[in-house]
């Protein structure tokens, strides 16, 4: 439980304001580029959908791993929770005009960078 509340706060205090005119969230599924903090890199899918009360659920595929995090956005940034290996996470993106997402996300041990590019 203590778990799950982390994870909320995390995301309720990674927030701003609305989306700018041009930026579109898109839901449904992206392709994932990212690099890990030690500059590892990885790819993957993630699949977007709208969640409660104008929330998002996130799921990303990684290999083997499947991680699934709730999200907001505020002021033109996608912000989600989620949760690896029993540790909390965070990952924050720029919403960009043509729906592609950039961004940096942790877990506690440095940042890594990821793109999400709309199928």
């Known amino acids: 439980m203590t778990r799950i509340r982390t994870l909320l706060l995390a995301c309720l205090m990674t927030a701003a304001l609305a989306l700018p005119g041009q930026a579109q969230i898109r839901e449904g599924m992206y392709a994932v580029e990212g690099q890990n903090p030690d500059g590892s890199t990885y790819q993957g899918q993630f699949l977007l959908q709208p969640g409660p009360q104008g929330s998002w659920i996130a799921l990303w595929q990684v ?3 499947r ?3 709730l999200g907001i956005i505020q002021a033109g940034v996608l912000a989600i929770s ?3 290996e029993g540790r909390p996470g965070i990952a924050a993106y720029e919403v960009e005009a043509d729906g592609k997402l950039r961004g ?3 877990t506690g041990g440095g940042l890594g960078t990821e793109s999400l590019t709309p199928h």
Request: aromatic content about 16%; cysteine-free.
């Open 63 to 65: 290999g083997n791993a």
């Open 67 to 69: 991680l699934v995090g």
């Open 82 to 84: 989620f949760g690896v």
């Open 104 to 106: 940096t996300w942790s």
